[in-house]
């Protein structure tokens, strides 16, 4: 998530962040995943990163976790990073959500390109609601191939995720069009690449999501995974290939007016 253009984390902020060594004592000395994925990748996000606690960012940045959310990486205009916190000290259990967002990082600190609002949309909700979640599509699955290589149990972490979507399919009302059809479409993609990662575990939770989904938008299960597969064909494994699906997924969408790729 980027923080608006002409926003960038102010002194206040700063000052008040958590010290990182002391946060994530216990992480790293209750967690070999941790510990190994901190030594190994740390170095590699070149820019200040703060942590701060949800409550000081809500008050005086008005930025707050979602509901249920652990934690949240945040960009700010001058490329400096903001990790907001629902709660400090963190536990050995957090160990896999934590490095989630800064396995985030690390993929925009190696140059991995991003969707951004167009000049005439920049700051309208609903373009940049849809500009996150096609961000999220490609880097979310490959953040969890690089957790597994260290070890990471993502059970949890991905039964949470997949009751929270299945809450809210079951929400949706009437025949799903415009911006939120797309996003809807978006989100399930990006679950069928995460099941492709995940489906060994004996109770698949978002095997349940899928099947729901089937059964209530045929109509969208058919472009999601026709837009699946082309995702897998161009191998978005390698990061030399995420432009063109990006924009591959743009035209798709007829979303060239509304949403761009930059790359860094």
């Known amino acids: 998530m980027r923080m608006a253009d002409d926003d960038a984390i102010p002194r ?10 002391l946060l994530l004592t216990n992480l790293i000395r209750l967690s070999v995943p941790f510990g190994n994925f901190y030594k190994n990748e740390r170095g590699k996000i070149r820019k200040s ?17 979602p509901e249920g959310h652990l934690a949240r990486a945040i960009k700010a205009i001058d490329g400096t990073w903001l990790i907001i916190l629902k709660q400090s000290p963190l536990q050995g259990e957090d160990a896999s959500i934590v490095a989630h967002e ?3 990082i690390v993929l925009d600190s190696e140059g991995f390109p991003f969707i951004e609002t167009t000049l005439d949309y920049r700051g309208d ?5 849809l500009a996150f979640s096609l961000n999220n599509l490609l880097q979310d ?23 929270e979507a299945i809450s809210a399919l079951k929400k949706v009302n009437g025949r799903p069009d415009g911006i939120f059809g797309i996003k809807l479409t978006i989100d399930y993609i990006k679950n069928l690449l995460e099941n492709d990662l995940l489906h060994f575990y004996q109770y698949d939770p978002c095997r349940e999501y899928s099947i729901l989904f089937e059964q209530i938008f045929p109509f969208i299960d058919t472009r999601a995974k026709k837009l ?3 995702i897998v064909d161009l191998d978005y494994h390698q990061m030399s290939n995420i432009t063109s699906i990006y924009r591959n997924i743009i035209d798709f969408f007829n979303l060239a007016e509304f949403l761009q790729v930059k790359n860094q």
Do not use: T
Request: aromatic share 14%.
């Open 12 to 21: 206040s902020i700063r000052d008040k962040a958590n010290k990182e060594d």
């Open 49 to 65: 990163l703060y942590w701060v606690d949800n409550d000081i960012s809500s008050r005086e940045l008005n930025i707050s976790l």
């Open 102 to 104: 800064l396995a985030h």
């Open 125 to 129: 909700p609903d373009f940049e609601s």
């Open 141 to 163: 699955p490959l953040v969890i191939i690089k957790l597994q290589s260290y070890g990471f149990e993502l059970y949890k972490e991905y039964y949470d995720e997949c009751q």
């Open 228 to 230: 699946h597969k082309m």
